[in-house]
């Protein structure tokens, strides 16, 4: 197989960032990221859940049945992760920017199926949702255990990128009577709804945080 | 070239919709799309900011560096985009889902080189920020027009893929006593935050929505 490609940033390098910290934090935050394949010699990508454990990122296998159909070779993915924080409004529409936390990490994709391994990324995926809920909730079956496909990415060719604060202009327009600044973005939690099959008397859990 | 990928729904076919409103829908709503090539064999995917007019998908080709480097030849691409509007919590672990919006499409990149077009591109990714800044900020100049680079891809190689409402557990479930329901998910446009190297005395415009 090829080399991985490299995971250098390499436009704007000065808003690369490397360390596992930066990179987990932003894997951890988000709820959705985009898996990337080549099917045919195209280019095939797909959104997944995921969660990470240590080093390792896990992508629910259910939603990429496109990528990970045929597992008789190792499959090459790329897998992006981005958060929007802010619209940047600069003076001049040329340095309009986006404030943000990405991260792009290339591996070799590994179907999971030790079923302890297995049963710790189910977990994984559920305590994203709410942690607690992997207690409350019925536990998956060994039917559905065996239904529910998990892939392993290594996390060790993975770079962050990260754009914050204000806009930055040039200085022949910096007296421009233009608003500049930055509109934020955030992603929101709201108040749970209930099932409408569902007791009304069955109380919000303590986990969802009402 | 290889035929483009066949992009039809095919895991929850129920969920597929082809008809453009409903594409057009979720393309405009959201603010970034993840585009992903192939390079040396492998695949690549990049976040970026996109606009849409009428039945062509442009993308900033500032952030896609990595992918659109070299044009000697046509670039395939699939393009991926988003909309989390909840989690699904039901009663198992294994029914548990996402209500989400998304589209892929698929296409060959093609470089708009054309100043009126690319200046359209770019006046509709200005409109998606705020619908007014293209007539208050400084537009771009000759200098800058060359150096943003714009790409755009037909849309008529894409689905969108939509799931909705509460969770559906399964019959022998229904009874257990763990709440079900959606937790909602929203994308939020906060206050303003004015550049602090600017006068306060200029005022937050009103496109801005305040």
Redesign the interface.
Known sequence: M?K??KHKV??HAERGHYDPATIHAIIDEA??C?V????????????T?HARIDDTLYLHG??A??IFKDLSHPI?????I?L?DG?V??????N?S?N?R?V?A?GVAREVTAPEEKLAA?KA??DR??DG??D??????SV?LK??RVFAVPLDHASAKVRSG??VDDPE??D???????????????????????DPG????SY?GE
Chains 1, 2 share one sequence.
């Not at 990337?36 to 959104?47: H, K, M, N, S």
């Not at 090459?76 to 992006?80: I, K, L, M, T, Y």
């Not at 500049?180 to 749970?192: C, K, L």
Request: proline share 13%; net charge positive; charged share 15%.
């Open positions: 090829a991985l490609p390499r436009r709820y959705v985009q990337a394949a080549v099917r045919d010699g195209l280019p095939v990508v797909i959104p859940l259910a939603v049945a496109g090459p993915v790329a897998v992006s981005t929007l619209l409004l600069a003076r001049s529409l040329y309009h986006a943000y990405s792009v290339y189910l995926f559920s949702v709410a809920r992997w409350d909730a019925r536990i998956p079956n559905e239904r529910t204000p806009p327009d910096m421009r009577p233009t608003w500049a600044g930055v509109v934020p973005i955030t992603v929101v939690r709201g108040q749970p709804e209930q099932d409408p099959g569902q069955v109380s919000i859990p969802l």
